[in-house]
């Protein structure tokens, strides 16, 4: 149940700053009332996974899948480019994440 907490604290917190985006500085009032109670409860879900998984690991995975996913939402929602160089560090934070967990006796 762990993971599911994290995948979901990780789904929210991508949310949150999709809607951050979107608020312009909290300046459009839906977006920013989204962005809040989504980082809410990704933080919420992150902290219960920190009873089960070491703290580097979750973090890792959250902050990981995060960017990647972030970015690919900033590049086909937001019409944002991505050059070689940033498509390489993304395949490398997914790549690190990966080895984490697969790899890894850290994550047991």
Same mark, same amino acid.
């Given at each position: 149940?762990? @993971?599911?907490?994290?995948?979901? &604290? ?8 999709? #809607? ?10 839906? +977006? ?7 980082? !809410?409860? =990704?933080?919420? !879900? ?7 998984? +070491?703290? $580097?690991? &979750?973090?890792?995975? @959250?902050? $990981?899948? *995060?960017?990647? #996913?972030?970015?690919?939402? $900033? ?13 390489? *560090?993304?395949?490398?934070?997914? =790549?690190?994440?990966?080895? /984490?967990? /697969?790899?890894?006796?850290?994550? &047991?």
């Amino acid at each position: 149940m762990h @993971w599911v907490y994290l995948f979901i &604290a990780i789904s929210f917190e991508v949310t949150g700053t999709t #809607a951050l985006k979107a608020s312009e500085n909290f300046s459009n009032l839906v +977006p920013s009332i989204v962005t809040v109670i989504a980082y !809410c409860i =990704s933080f919420y !879900c992150l902290s219960l996974t920190l009873k089960v998984i +070491p703290v $580097g690991i &979750a973090y890792a995975v @959250w902050a $990981g899948f *995060g960017m990647a #996913a972030i970015t690919l939402i $900033g590049y086909f929602v937001f019409k944002q480019t991505l050059d070689l160089a940033a498509i390489i *560090g993304i395949c490398m934070i997914i =790549s690190g994440v990966l080895v /984490l967990n /697969l790899l890894s006796n850290a994550t &047991a």
